[in-house]
């Protein structure tokens, strides 16, 4: 389009060639720029012209060719010598190289037409053309402005999302404000199975499929879990996982004196005790939770007396229950249970061990404790708590007193008194339940659950 509005120019400006005065009085250094541009122009057309002459009479591409090339050189001297003399008030600068390729196709143009058959260019005609194809292209242009308006709309919409790589699947590609056409990074895990242990198990960070599955098992239910232990948010019931053939427990004791003494018989059924890392032991035989005492000044505290009850009245309204009860029952409770109580004679009795001495109890109820024999104010193992060591309140066998633990269990023959345990030895014996004294007695132990 613009060969075709340079080439209806063409004319008008060899016209102007032409028709340029010889000169003006007074001119200015524009004008006389402008002169001899003009000028040189003219004289370029010219040179052209003859070149073309010429080879019409003899043809001779390469003489022709050397002709432009002189023609153009005297051009662009033409006009460098001008700009160099006026400068800055030449109204145009550095435009030899248009109007060398401006003339060259009028020229070219004015050979072809008196060549057989030849014309010269209908320019009106390309003009009508020209205007016609650039009112379309102004109007696809008006298109194409407001096809970028919503493009714009629709990036900015796209660039205000906030996911990053991290967010989308490895391999899918999206656009947010961490740029157009980004590609996810977050590992594809697809289906997880997970099958419950005794830890806990991470999980794999990523997308999952939903198709993986946590592992159930129709075993998980009350019955099949040891009274008192919480597997999975199922407490248990079950009191053993072995039967019991005669329903008592062994003493404990191991030493032979004689055919048939307990020490060789060793009736009953074994021991077996767990400790559940939360101050209690279970009695896997019996049911029974026991709490564990310490050594920490704290309400577990070994060395804590305690009065069973009113000596007046025979009820059980001691100490015992009013404070160290009521301590462990207070919510959120001693261990996650709120039903701890005192043990009757017989549980009391169920811990005890007679193969050992000061104190007379099974394992899990005597270790980390320091010394067996351990007065009031002389701590065994000052500040261990129930979780680091179990102790059982004993001294030796000649202050056998200071030994005594309640139980619930009253002396039927005389009311004022309960039953106990010294654990010193594993005796039984009773005290007035009033009793809190040094040489009486009256430390406790709670328990919970049981058959």
């Known amino acids: 389009m613009a060969g075709r509005i340079g080439r209806v120019g063409c004319a008008l400006s060899l016209a102007g060639v032409l028709l340029a005065p010889s000169g003006v009085l007074a001119a200015t250094d524009g004008e006389l720029c402008?002169?001899?541009?003009?000028?040189?122009?003219?004289?370029?057309?010219?040179?052209?012209?003859?070149?073309?002459?010429?080879?019409?009479?003899?043809?001779?591409?390469?003489?022709?060719?050397?002709?432009?090339?002189?023609?153009?050189?005297?051009?662009?001297?033409?006009?460098?010598?001008?700009e160099n003399k006026y400068g800055a008030e030449c109204p145009t600068v550095g435009d030899v190289t248009d109007v060398r390729d401006y003339l060259s196709q009028c020229t070219d143009d004015v050979g072809a037409a008196t060549q057989p058959g030849g014309g010269v260019p209908d320019y009106v005609v390309d003009l009508a053309a020209c205007s016609t194809s650039l009112s379309s292209t102004q109007a696809q242009l008006t298109t194409c402005t407001g096809d970028e308006a919503t493009c714009q709309?629709?990036?900015?919409?796209?660039?205000?999302?906030?996911?990053?790589a991290a967010d989308v699947l490895a391999g899918k590609t999206f656009s947010s404000g961490a740029g157009l056409g980004a590609t996810g990074t977050m590992p594809n895990v697809g289906a997880v199975t997970i099958?419950?242990?005794?830890?806990?198990?991470?999980?794999?960070?990523?997308?999952?499929?939903?198709?993986?599955?946590?592992?159930?098992?129709?075993?998980?239910?009350?019955?099949?879990?040891?009274?008192?232990?919480?597997?999975?948010?199922?407490?248990?019931?079950?009191?053993?996982?072995?039967?019991?053939?005669?329903?008592?427990?062994?003493?404990?004791?191991?030493?032979?004196?004689?055919?048939?003494?307990?020490?060789?018989?060793?009736a009953g059924t074994a021991e077996s005790f767990t400790d559940n890392g939360?101050?209690?032991?279970?009695?896997?035989?019996?049911?029974?939770?026991?709490?564990?005492?310490?050594?920490?000044?704290?309400?577990?505290?070994?060395?804590?007396?305690?009065t069973w009850g009113s000596?007046?009245?025979?009820?059980?309204?001691?100490?015992?229950?009013?404070?160290?009860?009521?301590?462990?029952?207070?919510?959120?409770?001693?261990?996650?249970?709120?039903?701890?109580?005192?043990?009757?004679?017989?549980?009391l009795l169920s811990i005890t061990n007679l193969q050992t001495v000061a104190p007379a109890v099974s394992s899990p109820f005597n270790n980390?404790?320091?010394?067996?024999?351990?007065?009031?104010?002389?701590?065994?193992?000052?500040?261990?708590?129930?979780?680091?060591?179990?102790?059982?309140?004993?001294?030796?066998?000649?202050?056998a007193w200071k030994s005594f633990y309640w139980s619930s269990s009253t002396v039927h023959s005389k009311p004022s008194t309960a039953w106990g345990v010294f654990f010193v030895t594993g005796d039984v014996g009773s005290v007035t339940k009033s009793s809190s004294g040094l040489y009486v007695g009256g430390y406790v132990r709670a328990v919970r659950g049981g058959l």
């Not at 010429?54 to 022709?64: I, M, W």
């Not at 709490?291 to 309400?299: A, L, N, Q, R, Y």
């Not at 000052?382 to 179990?390: E, K």
Request: some cysteine; glycine content about 12%; proline content about 3%.
């Open 195 to 266: 099958t419950p242990g005794a830890t806990s198990q991470a999980i794999a960070a990523g997308y999952h499929d939903g198709s993986g599955t946590v592992a159930g098992d129709a075993d998980l239910v009350a019955g099949n879990i040891v009274s008192g232990v919480s597997v999975f948010g199922v407490t248990g019931t079950a009191t053993t996982g072995t039967t019991i053939t005669n329903g008592l427990l062994k003493t404990g004791q191991t030493t032979s004196w004689g055919a048939g003494s307990d020490g060789a018989v060793r």
């Open 153 to 164: 709309s629709s990036l900015a919409t796209a660039q205000s999302g906030t996911s990053t």
């Open 368 to 399: 980390n404790c320091g010394s067996v024999y351990v007065y009031p104010g002389v701590p065994g193992n000052p500040g261990c708590t129930v979780t680091s060591c179990s102790c059982t309140k004993t001294n030796n066998e000649a202050d």
């Open 34 to 82: 402008e002169s001899a541009k003009l000028k040189a122009a003219g004289t370029f057309a010219q040179c052209r012209g003859k070149a073309d002459s010429v080879d019409a009479k003899s043809p001779d591409a390469t003489k022709r060719q050397a002709s432009y090339d002189k023609c153009e050189a005297n051009l662009a001297k033409a006009y460098a010598k001008a």
């Open 311 to 347: 000596a007046q009245t025979g009820l059980m309204d001691g100490t015992m229950v009013t404070t160290f009860l009521a301590a462990l029952n207070t919510a959120p409770c001693f261990a996650g249970s709120c039903d701890w109580r005192i043990p009757n004679r017989a549980e």
């Open 278 to 306: 939360n101050g209690t032991v279970t009695d896997n035989r019996t049911g029974l939770t026991w709490e564990k005492k310490s050594d920490d000044d704290g309400i577990h505290d070994q060395d804590t007396f305690y």
